[in-house]
């Protein structure tokens, strides 16, 4: 990475010293803040990617083709098969369908496959400090620091997306202070390498955002039905397209993004999994 220039440098580095201090007001310890913190610099690409977000044009029938792709059901299929033991664990118990867990691994991360390749503590703090939505990427930053401290996975591990989704699940890191669980009882939550972490991290999330055993996420119903009590007709490619029925549990899986293509292709994609 190319050094930023020397007065740029100095301005980081005295901003860094803010976010030392709020960390440390936090409960980070001192050495998780030199290692984390000495040193680093700005990432000129986060910043690329940030500003240059494409629009969201897609079809709905294209989105469908490219997150509920027959090689991504077929994969789900045999994944599930494999795992069934170790989600159902988490998932029975939550009422919580094990098809719906591995469609949002699936969904998120391509089943562990993608789990982003930018160092998640650099990041934040190149998108903070360049003021893109400042507030919330901040708290982001306190938070992965947070988890640094607390030994839930090293420095050079902790990777993600340029936003700093996390992990297999790609949890920004103040959904993982909420929701992450430590699946295998030995103290950390390591949603990048331990699977059962992966596993009850999901499900904790949605059992606490609100998912409701025993109800669908929704159905495809013929154009012209209505809602009926608790539940939200979804046209995702207006009214001459499918039609959707869909139920409070869709709006758990929306907590989780605030998308109805993303909700939607998660109920479709757990749909052809458990079939």
């Known amino acids: 990475m190319p050094a930023l220039a020397q007065t740029g440098d100095a301005k980081f580095a005295a901003w860094l010293r803010g976010v030392r201090a709020e960390a440390a007001r936090a409960g980070v310890d001192e050495s998780t803040l030199a290692s984390a ?14 500003r240059n ?25 045999t994944l599930l098969a494999e795992n069934r033991s170790a989600i159902d664990r988490f998932a029975v118990p939550a009422g919580i369908p ?29 998108l903070v400090y360049n003021n893109f939505r400042a507030q919330f990427f901040r708290a982001q930053l306190i938070a992965a620091l947070k988890i ?3 030994g839930h996975v090293g420095l050079k591990a902790m990777k993600g997306s340029w936003a700093g989704a996390m992990g297999q699940c790609q949890f920004i890191p103040t959904s993982f202070v909420a929701y992450a669980a430590d699946g295998d009882g030995d103290g950390r939550m390591d949603i990048w390498t331990n699977k059962l972490d992966v596993f009850a991290s999901i499900v904790n999330y949605l059992r606490r955002v609100g998912w409701r055993p025993g109800v669908r996420w929704g ?23 499918p039609t959707f029925r869909t139920t409070q549990n869709f709006q758990a899986i929306l907590r989780w993004n605030q998308s109805d293509f993303f909700a939607l292709a998660v109920g479709l994609l757990s749909d052809q999994i458990a079939a």
């Open 98 to 126: 094990s098809s719906v867990v591995v469609a949002l691994w699936g969904i998120e991360s391509n089943y562990g496959t993608r789990l982003g390749d930018f160092d998640v503590v650099p990041a934040l703090a190149t």
């Open 148 to 150: 640094l401290s607390q």
């Open 37 to 50: 913190l000495d040193g680093i610099e700005e990432i000129p690409r986060v910043l690329e990617l940030a």
């Open 53 to 77: 977000q494409p629009e969201f044009k897609m079809t709905f029938e294209r989105y469908q083709e490219l997150v509920v792709s027959a090689e991504r059901i077929s994969r789900g299929r």
């Open 219 to 241: 159905e495809e119903v013929p154009a012209g039905t209505a809602a009926g009590q608790g539940t939200r007709i979804v046209r995702p490619a207006g009214a001459g397209g």
